[in-house]
C-alpha cells in the first residue's frame, strides 16, 4: 500500500507547531468543530527558512540541491508528506528554471512521526534514487542521492530512531 495517496490542491500547508501527521484524517461534524483562532497560524517561507508568527516550525531533515538549478539551496523537511515540485502548492518547491520537474507532485518525503522513519514516494516517472527509477515507496536512511529532471538532490535527516521532538529530552 503506497504511503502517499494522492495530490493535494491548493495553497501549501505551513508545518505544523506541534509533531502531528497529516496522513491521518479524523471527521467532526459542524457543531462539535472548533472554531478558527483569531491569529493566522505561522507562514514558513522555504526557500528563505524564515518563520514569522508564534512558534518556529520543526524542522525532520533536510534536501540540499548538489547539482543543476539551485545548486547549494537547503530545503527544509517537516512532519508528513512533504511534496516537491516547482509550482506553489508543493511543500518542498524547486523552482529553479528546471522545467522538466512537475508543478505539485513530483515526489514526497514521507517522514513517519510513529516510526521515526522517512520514505520517498515517486509520483511522476523521472524519480531518481541512487541512479534508478522510484516506482514504489522507499526507506530513505541518510545521505541518498535524488535527481528530478537536471537537478540533484542529497537527503540529510534530523529525525530518527535516536531523536525526534517528541521526546521529552531536551538533546
Avoid at 35 to 56: L, Q
Avoid at 91 to 109: E, K, M, P, S, W
Avoid at 148 to 154: I, S
Amino acid at each position: 500500500m503506497p504511503l502517499y495517496r494522492g495530490f493535494r490542491k491548493g495553497p501549501p500547508v505551513p508545518p505544523q507547531e506541534s509533531p502531528q501527521e497529516p496522513t491521518r484524517r479524523i471527521v467532526r461534524s459542524e457543531t462539535a468543530a472548533r472554531p478558527a483562532p483569531d491569529t493566522p497560524p505561522p507562514v514558513v517561507e522555504y526557500a528563505s527558512g524564515k518563520v514569522s508568527g508564534v512558534a518556529p516550525a520543526l524542522l525532520v531533515g533536510w534536501l540540499v540541491v548538489t547539482g543543476g538549478p539551485g545548486r547549494g539551496t537547503v530545503l527544509p523537511l517537516g512532519y508528513g508528506v512533504n511534496d516537491i515540485g516547482r509550482g506553489p502548492g508543493a511543500r518542498v518547491r524547486l523552482d529553479f528554471g528546471d522545467t522538466a520537474i512537475a508543478l505539485d507532485n513530483q515526489a514526497a518525503i514521507i517522514y513517519s512521526m510513529r516510526s521515526r522513519r522517512f520514505y520517498l514516494q515517486s509520483v511522476a516517472t523521472a524519480t531518481l534514487l541512487e541512479g534508478r527509477a522510484v516506482r514504489e515507496s522507499v526507506e530513505l536512511n541518510g545521505g541518498e542521492t535524488l535527481q528530478f529532471g537536471a537537478t540533484c538532490l542529497r537527503f540529510v535527516p534530523l529525525c530518527g530512531p535516536a531523536f525526534d521532538w517528541s521526546d521529552n529530552s531536551q538533546g
